[in-house]
């Protein structure tokens, strides 16, 4: 295997809990414990309450391609070249988050709006296992 050349997250106490997560191929959100609401990124208090309590739970790990964009020129260069062209989309999650990813498995022309995606995961180094979202068949 080669080595990833591409960029990877940085785990701050914050995020780290989720990329834990993603490395045991679970796609985690952080949950308020006093009104439900779920929220990522993840921040320290919830946006709707207040409340600084939460949980860190198991997202089902299905949506919908909210909006998208098709890179097809590398940056840098080097690293991307034989990447292009990519899906970067913004999937609006079951439990009514957004999240920024890659689509996989579909060629750029096939993506549309409202497009049902399941999560999958890359294992990209020893360390940081990446999400992503496929189409769902049928
Ligand atoms: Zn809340």
């Not at 796609?27 to 208090?45: A, D, E, G, I, Y």
């Not at 739970?57 to 299905?62: L, M, N, R, Y």
């Amino acid at each position: 295997m080669n080595a990833y050349n591409k960029p990877l997250p940085y785990l701050d106490p914050e995020s780290r809990p989720f990329w834990e997560g993603a490395k045991a191929h679970k796609l985690l959100l952080v949950q308020c414990r006093s009104c439900k609401t779920h929220r990522f990124p993840p921040t320290t208090f919830c946006a709707k309450c207040s409340s600084g309590d939460y949980d860190w739970v198991e997202a089902k790990g299905t949506g919908k391609i909210f909006s998208w964009i098709v890179v097809r020129h590398p940056v840098p260069k080097e690293v991307y070249a034989a990447e292009v062209p990519y899906i970067v989309a913004l999937v609006a999650l079951d439990e009514g988050v957004r999240m920024t990813s890659n689509i996989i498995d579909c060629k750029p022309e096939d993506v549309t709006a409202d497009m049902r995606v399941s999560v999958t995961f890359r294992d990209v180094t020893p360390e940081i296992t990446l999400p992503a979202f496929k189409p769902v068949k049928g």
